[in-house]
């Protein structure tokens, strides 16, 4: 992830396990897209759960301190 404070956050995925820290070969980057974050309750530890879940999509949310990254996944028909 690329927070920014005053954007939407992006969120970078790769094909590369086994990188550091935002240290990644630019070929290895698979996709990359902007979320922006909300804010919710106090959560001491890293969560990730889906509160939505349909059929054909779902929404998965980071969430860490008291900023909530929410990802909405959809699966093309």
Same mark, same amino acid.
């Given at each position: 992830m690329v927070p920014h404070s005053h954007e939407p956050w992006? @969120? @970078?995925v790769v094909s590369e396990w086994d990188t550091h820290h935002g240290m990644f070969p630019f070929d290895a980057e698979v996709f990359r897209? &902007? @979320?922006r974050p909300e804010q /919710?309750?106090?959560m001491e530890t890293l969560g990730f759960y889906f509160p939505v879940v349909g059929p054909y999509e779902a929404t998965l949310r980071l969430h860490? /301190? &008291?900023t909530i990254v929410p990802l909405r996944i959809e @699966?093309?028909?």
């Open positions: 992006e @969120v @970078v897209i &902007t @979320v /919710g309750a106090h860490w /301190g &008291t @699966v093309p028909r």
